[in-house]
């Protein structure tokens, strides 16, 4: 069941980013923010995405992409691109 529908839009984009909040700081290579500390990010120490992980080893709320998937994704998204997020 969806609790909730977040539809905002990429206001940034950084490379090397140091992503902070209690008690983690992550280094991500892409860091695409769309609303305050929630965006996209590639999430090199995740094995698996999708399907159902999110029940046991979820998110602090953003949307973790595959490394290999993520250069792509920051590529060729611009700033002003509409993201919608199902949580």
């Avoid at 999708?50 to 700033?79: A, F, R, T």
């Amino acid at each position: 069941k969806v609790e909730c529908v977040m539809a905002e839009c990429v206001d940034n984009k950084q490379k090397k980013r140091t992503l902070r909040g209690p008690g983690y700081a992550t280094p991500v290579d892409f860091w695409m923010p769309v609303k305050g500390g929630v965006g996209l990010h590639d999430a090199d120490w995740r094995k698996e995405f999708g399907g159902d992980i999110y029940l046991k080893n979820g998110s602090h709320g953003c949307v973790n992409i595959p490394p290999e998937i993520m250069p792509i994704i920051y590529d060729e998204y611009e700033i002003g691109t509409p993201v919608i997020m199902f949580y």
